[in-house]
């Protein structure tokens, strides 16, 4: 997770604040006749004590993702950011000891400092790393709660696009001159499923595989009524991988971009085909057609979409916890893949 300039300029603030607060408790504390000579150095100590937590501020955030705190894994995470709270705990008060002994007038030999703040201060620094580990994940869950309400946004400006209406009102009009009432009102019907269920579509981050091909189904049936002889789609999702969680709206920018590049680019029959599948620990999704093929880079390909896909799969999984890349197929056509964890909702 990348942390953002705002934030940044939210975090140096409460640390500088924090420092300066203590600096002024302890030198209030000092007698009178000292706290000339210890200003400097009572500055520089807490502003120093409290910039080591204000320098791990962005690595314990990253930890918070890389090892989250989920249901399923709630132990081992747990256990992990224990013994990392301890270890960092621990060698921030030993090396403060150290530079005490150095600064200020020893009263008692290394080890003794040393044992002395570990009782005085382990609570207190074992309380910074989970507070900043709390902050991290409500930090982490506020980007994926905004990832997906922009996803949500993206998939209804897909839909009430000028452009992506008029086709679909022209379709209902085209089928009501022919005379085809029946199909009319399908295609009405449809259209307006697929705008309810986006709407009535939860908050929630990930939904189960076979809500996701249900909801492709229905904008696929939509663009069907408009090009009945000339686009094909095969749709292959063996049963075992129906309740695997993947990102809601994952899989409809690929779609789109296929019909957009592939169907709109060719006159001969157009061929979709969206297929998911597990291997090991991983759930493997891929949609091809027989369109030109990407251009120059993966990010010509897709564009803004994939942009803002890649941010999603990046707040959801980090760096190394997804595939995502755009090809031109063996035959032809272009590839898109992604490839995330697999796991089921519990």
Known sequence: MKTGKSLWLAIIPVWVV?????????????PPANRPRFLTLVLWA?????????????????????IPLRKEKLARGITIHAVLSIA??????????LISLQIFPPTMTATDEILFSIKAYL???????????????????SQLEGQLVKARLDALKMQVHPHFLFNALNTIAMLVRKGDQTRGVQLIAELGSLLR??????ATQEIPVAEEIDFIRRYLQIEHYRFPDRMKVEIDVPP??????????????LVENSIRHGLSRTLDEARIQIALS?????????????????????????????????????????????????ARGVQGGAVAHIRIPYRELS
């Open 18 to 30: 924090l420092g300066l607060g203590s600096a002024s408790q302890f030198y209030a504390s000092v």
């Open 46 to 66: 807490f502003l120093g004590l409290w910039s080591f937590w204000a320098l791990l501020t962005p690595v314990i955030f990253r930890l918070g993702q890389r």
């Open 88 to 97: 960092l705990s621990l060698v921030h008060i030993v090396v403060l000891s």
């Open 123 to 141: 609570t207190s620094e074992l309380f910074n790393y989970w507070a900043l580990l709390g902050v991290g994940i409500a930090y982490h869950t």
């Open 197 to 202: 269920s986006s709407f009535e579509m939860g």
């Open 240 to 253: 075992q991988v129906s309740k695997a969680q993947i990102p809601a709206l994952i899989l409809q920018p």
């Open 278 to 326: 597990r291997t090991d620990g991983w759930l493997d999704l891929r949609v091809e057609d027989n369109g030109p093929g990407p251009g120059e880079s993966m990010d010509k390909g897709l564009g803004v979409g994939l942009k803002n896909l890649r941010s999603r799969l990046h707040c959801l999984y980090g760096d190394d916890g997804y595939e995502l890349s755009l």
